[in-house]
């Protein structure tokens, strides 16, 4: 499920969003992007992948990346796979804000990349938006 979102050839520079025609933040706001990654935790040919590994991928691939924080949130997915038949399982929901520059970028899809690795996923979803943010 992994779907690549346009990204321009020429970064801007890091403190401007990625994706063009991004909303013009108020003053006050932070341009940012906003990636939501869905990883599915069926395993295929049976089983699930365990919160103990969850969590451990969260500590040992997620937070190293972005240890100034993310979010989870757990969700029931629905998807088609390559041989066609729908899919049911658990899904956890990953949202990170960043820069948009090319190495946070690289983090968001060093992530994808090793959990399907790491679980042997055919596909992991990331979805990116441009996103205006702040802290109250």
């Known amino acids: ?32 992007i906003r990636d939501v990654v869905y990883f599915g935790r069926n395993r295929p ?5 365990g919160d103990q590994e969850w969590n451990r991928f969260l500590e040992e691939v997620v937070t190293p ?5 993310y979010t989870v949130v757990a969700a ?7 041989g066609g038949q ?4 658990q ?11 090319e190495p946070d970028r ?9 959990y399907k690795r790491r679980f042997r996923q055919e596909a ?3 979805e990116r938006l441009p996103a205006c943010a702040r802290f109250e």
């Open 76 to 82: 029931a997915g629905h998807w088609r796979g390559r």
């Open 86 to 89: 729908v899919e049911r399982e």
């Open 1 to 32: 499920m992994l779907a690549a979102a346009a990204c321009a050839p020429n970064p801007p520079p890091a403190e401007a969003p990625v994706l063009a025609g991004g909303p013009a933040c108020p003053a006050g706001d932070r341009a940012m």
């Open 65 to 69: 990346r972005f240890p100034n924080g």
């Open 106 to 114: 690289q983090k968001v899809a060093e992530i994808a990349a090793e």
């Open 45 to 49: 040919g049976g089983g699930e992948v």
């Open 91 to 101: 899904t956890e929901l990953l949202t990170l804000l960043h820069s948009g520059a």
């Open 124 to 126: 992991v979803l990331r």
